[in-house]
């Protein structure tokens, strides 16, 4: 049976500020659809008990186990171990985010910040008696933006975000699109104050990152320059849309 070398960035809280942070390498035998979550299990079950990680569906949805292998961010649940190749499979936590422990990043501010664009449908008219209905060209609209899984990868590359704390960044008004679309929603006029300021869409600078490092191949770009050109037309010529 075939063997993967891994190579993982180790960070203990407890005694980082004495040894700070290091690689520990790992053999693990593996078959043809071994995947790098499947590889940490078997580190955590036979070789080292004490390497924390996050995973929860292991099925490309929900992002907890986003991470940076090989130096690219990708998904450790869907990213299959012989296609990295025969070198080591290197395996560090998301750059630029506070560390909890070895691949596990506090997601705090993220998460904060999402919520800030208040990303959810809000309805301002009396509760219709049944359900809103959506043409196909309106549903269609929200194909990209739904597909976001708040990994978290479009954030921790963003060179925006690592300047300037207080930015929401791709993931958060990437959600302030998907509802600013929806023909559904009734709160622009809410919204808008909440990401058409310079910790919002001004703060963007095209630079793309967060499209490279999405691993849904989401634009989180795209959706910020929309809400860039929606919040010029509604303060300036008081359009809607």
Known sequence: MPEARFRIKRYDPERGAVLGARYDEFTVPYEASLTVLEGLFYIQEYLDGSLSFRYCCRAAVCGSCAMYINGTYRL????????????????????????????????????????????????????PD????????????????????????????????????????????????????DSRDEARKERLPLFANERGVYRCHTITNCVEACPKELNPTEAIQWLKGAAVRRRLLGRAK
């Open 76 to 127: 450790a649940c869907q990213t299959n171990v012989r296609h990295l190749g025969s070198g080591p499979i290197t395996v560090e936590p998301m750059p630029h985010l506070p560390v909890v422990k070895d691949l596990v990043c506090d997601m705090t501010d993220f998460f904060a910040k999402y919520e800030a664009v208040k990303p959810y449908l809000i309805r301002n008219s009396q509760t």
């Open 130 to 181: 049944r359900e809103i209905l959506q043409s196909e060209a309106d549903r269609k609209k929200l194909d990209m933006p739904i597909d976001c899984i708040l990994c978290g990868c479009c954030y921790s590359s963003c060179p925006s975000v690592w300047g300037e704390e207080n930015y929401l960044g791709p993931a958060a008004l990437l959600k302030a699109y998907r509802f600013e679309v």
